[in-house]
């Protein structure tokens, strides 16, 4: 059976009564953390990434508790643009 070289996971010296010591240090994870400086983003991703408008309404009919005054009801985000893109029609037949 070949060994795989990249199945390796880690590579150490034995020591002299036999034992393989390891250091490892815990990173700070990096995905899926985000920081938020205005809140009204904050509450447009929590809720689903609705509408800025609609998230003005909820705190004008006080229907949410908790929810910030919106100050830009026309805002987009990327990722409330990115599906609306347009991109052209596939070929009818290939070439």
Known sequence: ???NPFRL???????????????????????????VSEEAWLWHGRLGHANFQSIKFLVDKEMALGAPVIKHPDQLCQACLAP????TPFPQAAN
């Open 84 to 87: 609306k893109q347009t991109h």
């Open 9 to 35: 996971i880690m590579k150490v010296d034995r020591t002299l009564n036999r034992l393989y010591r390891v250091e490892l240090k815990t990173a700070e994870p990096a995905c899926f953390l985000t920081s």
């Open 1 to 3: 059976m070949e060994k």
